[in-house]
Every structure is written in structure tokens, then in C-alpha cells.
């Protein structure tokens, strides 16, 4: 997944919509993989459009990558987000609504999941809070098939309660990392994405 970014058409800001939020799942969850990575670095850093909002952020974790290597970027990941016990930044949406893991924001989450057809994978060991797997629902409710479940209405909907509420609180608690590089320009494009995402959203209301 290395989406051009902006792009000129209605119906390419949709794929581009649903591209961008399953990367972000990708580099977000785990340690990214070779492939992703290589695909990455060789993506296209210049918009059709002069002075594109997202084109300077985006940019920046292009270059990132290319800067770094895949042993550093995963050992970075690793430095955020995982460890014995504490992480040092928690991907999990209840941490930042309620402070706890496993709180009344994920029993919310399940219900509003389990009203779209959704639930998570047995074999997967985190929540289903898990910034990650919001940004996957995310693409699914952008790019799936099923219309009834797959439309703006839901993406708005799953987004405010879901997202919106804590999203930015997380990319801070990154930028703000003494030791994060690549995550750091990540959780910028990721903020500047997400104000696109709530900009469009508000049109709606």
C-alpha cells in the first residue's frame, strides 16, 4: 500500500482513503515487514496539486524511511509500542478515554462492532481497541461491499465514537517520544490525515 497522495478524483479519494488507513494499520501494529517497507520508500512523494495538505507530511515518512533501516525502524516499534509489562505508548483507545485498559470504551466498541457484523479474529491477541485494528474497520467501512455497512453514514459514525475522541492524544504521546524517527513522521501524517478525515466528516453534520 503506498498511495499517491492527494488525488483527483472522487473515486480515487475514496481508494486513497481506504489505502491510507490500511498502511497506517500495517505500520502501527507490528514491526512493518521488508516488503512494506520497500514498497514504501519507493512511493511518490509528489501531489498532482501544488501545496497539497498532506503532501509535505507525507513527504516526511517517505524520506524517513529511506533514511533508516528496516532493523531500526522495527527496533523502534518495538521501543514504542511493545515490552515487558508498560509499554511506553499504549495503542489502545480505552487508555486514552478512561485511562485503564479493558474499560467501559471497549465494551462499547464490541457492541458497536458486533451491530456491524464484526468481530475479532480468535487468533489475534490484542482488543479490539487497538489503534490498528480501528484503522482496519475503517478502511472496511470504506472500501467494503456490502453497502449497507460500507457507506459515510457508518464511517462517520464509528469514527466520532471510536477515533476521533483519543486519536490525537496518541499522536502526541508519539511526536513527543524522545526516541521515535520514523514514528514520529508517521503519528504527523497520521494527525494531518486524521484533521482531513474530521474536516469531511463535519461537512456531513
Known sequence: MTPNIPVSSALDEET???EIYGLLAQLF??????????????AATESPAAGAFLEEPWRDVVTRARE??????????DTLFEGVGKPDIYLYGSHYLAGF?????LARLRD???ELGLARDEAMPDTEDNIAYLFEVMRYLIAGDDVAVANLTRQSAFY??????????????????PKA???????????????????GFDMLS
Open 16 to 18: 486513497a482513503r481506504a
Open 29 to 42: 501494529y507490528a514491526r512493518p515487514s521488508p516488503d512494506l517497507l520497500s514498497a514504501l520508500r519507493v
Open 68 to 77: 533508516m533501516s528496516d532493523e531500526a525502524i522495527g527496533l523502534e516499534h
Open 101 to 105: 485498559l479493558n474499560e467501559k470504551p
Open 112 to 114: 458497536d462492532l458486533a
Open 160 to 177: 466520532a465514537a471510536h477515533l476521533q475522541p483519543w486519536v490525537l492524544d496518541f499522536c502526541d504521546a508519539v511526536t513527543a517520544h
Open 181 to 199: 524517527r520514523f514514528y514520529a513522521a508517521l503519528a504527523a501524517f497520521t494527525r494531518a490525515f486524521i484533521g482531513v478525515e474530521t474536516q
